[in-house]
């Protein structure tokens, strides 16, 4: 019972979900990516990490909490989900590269939310 | 900037003819008035609250300086005039809605996620995730009564606290995350608390008490399946209702815990989120009968009943967060389906359900919605709300 939340293979339903579906490519996000990047984390990953990072359901994800951490196994965390606690899976949302320069943030100390990107046209 | 300017400004525009509190100012009213049609509007990003009301529809004032409210919630005082805000960092504040202004403020934990008031109105509770416990304070003077340690295990670690409800004859029921337990105290004489424990299933996540006070409900991410105690035979111990929902099938991924709350009753029946399947399960009161599964567009969040109980409104978990669906409790079906805005993270029905509040958080709105034919009758700015809570609650078990 335990394990059965979040198997690492996403549905691939979930890839087209984003407003920028995560690429393959290996670059780090340019400008506008990396500030809907900042407001994911802060808003809604925030919605168990606080929007402070000081921890929720989900533990504080400051740079004090994370440090003595593997950088490989955050970013691993971060695209796989961790099976039997809450943490889902970002596959098929985040890149890889997305995924590490999330990373590079936290443990640098996390850049407040610059709001959400300009509102697309509204939808009928 | 920009936005908060404006919204000051037409929040000044709305009190001024209305000789109201006062926008940001706020001498007190000398105009008396009722706090029934009043409610809060968290905005969470900068640490403050509107005060707002359902009848007109407009923003009365704003309230700043309640720390972190990234995961904020709302009770109120029985007469209705007072609004205690829950902070994500421990800050327990008591607004005074009449005057706009804090009448009392503590930092209680490191770590919160909510509260609830007795049922005599005497007793303010704090459910707390660091510390892991329960705190009672006096609602009056906000002075700590007693602590309750959520400890568990041979190692005396202490849980975090969820779904924490009022219950007849100032008990407080609630369960514990990493526990798996559901706890009653009884704070009935508020210096010697009383509490028992009960077994339940895997890390309860939230839970409910229906609004008569008898059943209390926990959702499990840990297992598929929900547990119940029976708070008049709570002898008979906790039972799992809805058992193996999931049918072996792999989970999906919840990017947002579900709320649960008294507002899943309708008709005898309780409407609750599926975790890791994109369904509203329908369970009759009692006999604990599977009645429905409804397929709904992603992860259910808020499932929530118009005070009637005819229909059933529903958000959606990241990255489906745009998106409301509305369920008809005759037919058992969703009936509609729509966008109001970015980022849905509330809901909240007028007491007698002929408009809803929705707040978009990045479109920096509440949006007002007649619930008979789903069409928006109003609009207010706000700075990224998130819960609205409205007075009516000052009256319902579980609220």
């Known amino acids: 019972m335990f394990g059965r939340r979040y198997p690492h293979v996403v549905a691939a339903v979930l890839a087209g979900m984003l407003a920028q579906p995560a690429a393959a490519d290996p670059a780090p996000p340019g400008g506008e990516r990396q500030r809907a990047l900042v407001h994911l984390v802060r808003q809604d990953c925030g919605s168990c990490h606080g929007l402070t990072l000081q921890g929720g359901l989900g533990p504080a994800l400051l740079p004090g909490a994370l440090r003595e951490r593997p950088r490989a196994g955050l970013v691993a965390t971060i695209i796989g989900g961790r099976p039997g606690t809450p943490m889902p899976p970002f596959r098929g949302l985040l890149a890889e590269a997305e995924a590490e320069w999330i990373v590079d943030q936290l443990l640098r100390g996390f850049p407040e939310d610059g709001g959400p990107l300009a509102a697309a046209p509204a939808q009928p | ?399």
């Not at chain 2, 529809?57 to 309230?63: K, N, P, Q």
Request: aromatic content about 10%; hydrophobic content about 40%.
């Open chain 2, 1 to 399: 900037m920009r936005l908060r300017l404006s919204s000051f400004i037409r929040c000044a525009a709305w009190i001024a003819p209305l000789a109201l509190v006062a926008a940001c100012a706020t001498p007190p009213s000398a105009v008396p008035r009722g706090t029934g049609d009043l409610g809060v509007v968290i905005e969470r990003a900068t640490g403050q609250v509107q005060i707002i009301e359902t009848s007109g529809r407009s923003a009365l004032a704003r309230v700043s300086g309640l720390g972190d409210l990234s995961h904020a919630s709302v009770v109120f005082s029985r007469d209705s005039r007072y609004a205690y805000v829950f902070g994500r960092d421990g800050g327990l504040t008591k607004v005074d809605l009449l005057t706009a202004r804090i009448a009392g403020r503590v930092l209680q934990a490191g770590n919160s996620i909510g509260g609830a008031i007795s049922q005599d109105g005497r007793i303010l509770v704090a459910q707390n995730y660091v510390p892991g416990g329960i705190k009672a304070f006096d609602a009056d003077t906000l002075e700590l009564l007693a602590e309750v340690p959520a400890t568990w295990g041979a190692d005396g670690q202490r849980a975090k606290v969820v779904g924490l409800a009022d219950l007849p004859g100032n008990r407080f029921v609630y369960s514990l995350f990493e526990a798996g337990e559901i706890r009653v105290t009884d704070l009935s004489d508020p210096k010697h608390p009383r509490t028992e424990r009960y077994a339940a299933g895997k890390q309860p996540y939230d839970a409910l008490v229906t609004p008569d006070g008898r059943y209390y409900i926990a959702g499990l991410f840990g297992e598929d399946g929900l547990s119940m105690l029976d708070l008049w035979r709570p002898q008979d111990g906790v039972r799992t209702i809805l058992p193996g929902y999931g049918r072996g099938e792999q989970a999906l991924p919840v990017y947002k815990m579900p709320h649960l709350r008294g507002w899943a009753i309708a008709g005898g029946r309780a409407y609750l989120p599926a975790i890791g399947r994109h369904e509203v399960l329908v369970v009759e009161l009692g006999s604990w009968r599977e009645v429905a599964r409804i397929p709904v567009k992603s992860q259910p969040v808020f499932v929530m009943a118009r005070p009637d109980g005819r229909q059933v409104w529903v958000n959606f978990a990241f990255p489906d967060n745009g998106w409301m669906q509305v369920i008809d409790t005759t037919e058992q079906r969703v009936i509609d389906s729509f966008q109001p805005g970015r980022a849905i993270l509330h809901m909240e029905f007028t007491p007698k359900g002929e408009a809803v509040w929705i707040s978009a958080r990045d479109d920096n709105k509440v949006l007002v919605y007649d619930t008979a034919r789903r069409a928006p009758l109003g609009e207010l700015p706000a700075a990224s709300p998130s819960g609205i809570f409205f007075t009516s609650r000052a009256f319902r078990t579980g609220f």
